[in-house]
């Protein structure tokens, strides 16, 4: 995939993400007005600061953007999970608030049906017919007939006395004589329909749903969004604690088939992906400096990606480094993230040598314990193939003692197939945080063979560490940063 490629997915990955936010968390919580549109312009500021925090964070201009940036992409990562975990129980709220409607709608129509009733009876009418089975009243276009009474008989008005000296008898009533009036019926109407709600009111309720019924849609469609947030700031808050906390102790015994019985007891402290970055600083690196020489190992190996950003910006973070202590040395394989930095690893291989850590590019060295030899060997990350500088097995491991037992230093788990090819015993490596955050561990072994701890591959023994630091968001759930203490024991009895 090209890098124009890469990009396009990325920021449309982001925009589908956030529009369902909006859709879930402002939408369908908010009506129309100044409140909604300006959560909209919120969220939208929000999603454009995630690419260019991706873009901003490995340059120097940018670095002010990675704590709000990276920040935001863990909540938006975790609102979303946790948004997608509601959609059953939400459906299901609505599922069962729909039938409740209807059966109050069912259990009012008789009701309304007699109410209507008397509403169009006349007095001293007739059987009034009775209303559609549905109790809707008709539609504008048809008129509903009122039924109109029988003529009712009425008294006439009271005649005027007669007026002194009129002779003209002829015109006047007789006496006695009624007159009957015929009263107006009354005029047919429409009855008028329901007014319909449409979805914007806020709560996306369908048509012709009553107040009653908005209400509890909106209730539901909040009390889900609350539940995101305050699960996804619950999250993210004790991740964040837990990544910038001191990294775990793990300490791990391996047996070895053909390890020389006098190699027994030899301990490596292993630590990888620390990621020196802008979002860590000199006490990140001295705290784990502190913690592994505490551990008192024979050999400590760092398994790649140590930092990201060239030496110029990070080259006094890692200074701590030369303050590593131990008994045969500190090794380091570079990882991916050396290959993504501006000017490449040469640099840190070099500046690694000023600290005095021993760089293994596709070689290996003898560590002599009690009279025996191990081989320690390590190859480069795949990352560097497309630049020339990948792993190269048959140079590091090629010409060996194979009655030696052989422990390798690569940075991804998925090297381990060809270091199984090459007769290795113990592959240490990194590179899958562990996941970093559930539920990515879950992810992970689409790509890697082992996520965490000790695993095997094609007979070659794995170790992979999650790491001592974080990429990306200051944030680890479900997979605490690790230091490990990996000591070595032979399968005899």
Not at 76 to 97: D, G, K, N, Q, S
Not at 279 to 287: K, Q
Not at 387 to 406: I, M, Q
Not at 452 to 457: A, H, I, K, M, Q
């Amino acid at each position: 995939m090209t890098v124009v490629g890469f990009v396009s997915l990325i920021v449309g990955v982001v925009a589908l993400v956030h529009y369902y936010l909006w859709r879930r968390l402002i939408r369908a919580t908010t009506a129309r007005g100044r409140t909604r549109r300006v959560l909209t312009w919120i969220l939208a500021g929000l999603a454009v600061l995630v690419p260019v925090t991706l873009v901003g964070s490995r340059s120097e201009w940018g670095h002010f953007l990675a704590w709000p940036g990276f920040f935001w992409i863990a909540v938006m990562f975790y609102l979303t999970v946790f948004l997608v975990l509601l959609e059953i129980p939400r459906a299901l709220a609505l599922l069962v608030l729909s039938r409740s409607d209807r059966r109050r709608a069912d259990a009012r129509l008789p009701r309304r049906t007699a109410d209507r009733r008397r509403a169009h009876a006349v007095p001293g009418a007739g059987p009034v017919p009775p209303l559609p089975e549905s109790g809707r009243a008709a539609p504008p276009s048809e008129p509903v007939p009122v039924p109109v009474a029988e003529p009712a008989w009425t008294a006439p008005p009271p005649e005027p006395a007669p007026v002194p000296g009129d002779t003209a008898s002829g015109d006047a009533p007789s006496r006695g004589a009624t007159r009957l009036s015929v009263e107006d019926p009354p005029a047919v109407l429409p009855l008028p329909a329901p007014a319909a709600t449409g979805p914007e009111g806020g709560a996306g309720s369908p048509a012709g749903a009553g107040p009653e019924a908005i209400g509890r849609r909106l209730f539901i469609a909040r009390t889900a969004a609350a539940v995101a947030g305050v699960g996804a700031l619950a999250t993210v808050g004790n991740g964040v604690r837990t990544a910038l906390g001191d990294p775990v102790i793990e300490s791990v015994r391996v047996a070895l088939p053909r390890l020389d019985p006098r190699l027994s007891g030899l301990r490596l402290a292993v630590v990888s992906d620390i990621h020196l970055g802008p979002l860590t600083g000199t006490a990140h690196a001295e705290r784990i400096v502190r913690m592994v020489n505490s551990l008192e190992a024979d050999v400590v190996a760092i398994v790649g990606d140590l930092v990201d950003g060239t030496v110029a910006q990070l080259g006094t973070v890692a200074r701590p480094l030369r303050s590593l202590e131990s008994r045969y040395g500190t090794y380091f394989v570079t990882g991916n993230h050396e290959y993504y930095t501006a000017n490449g690893p040469g640099e840190w291989i070099e500046e690694l040598r000023h600290l005095g850590v021993r760089p293994l590019q596709n070689e290996r060295v003898e560590i002599a314990h009690g009279g025996a030899v191990l081989d320690l060997a390590g190859v480069n990350d795949v990352a560097g193939g497309p630049v020339g500088d990948g792993p190269d097995f048959e140079r590091a491991l090629g010409g060996r003692d194979r009655s030696r037992s052989t422990v390798l230093l690569a940075h991804q788990p998925v090297q381990a197939y060809q270091a199984a090819a090459h007769g290795v015993d113990l592959q240490l490596s990194g590179h899958t945080h562990g996941g970093q955050m559930v539920p990515f561990n879950l992810v992970v072994p689409l790509q890697q063979p082992v996520v965490s701890g000790l695993g095997e591959v094609d007979g070659t023994r794995v170790y992979v560490t999650r790491g001592a630091g974080f990429w990306g968001p200051p944030v680890r759930v479900g997979a605490p940063p690790e230091i490990t203490l990996l000591e070595l024991r032979g399968e005899g009895p």
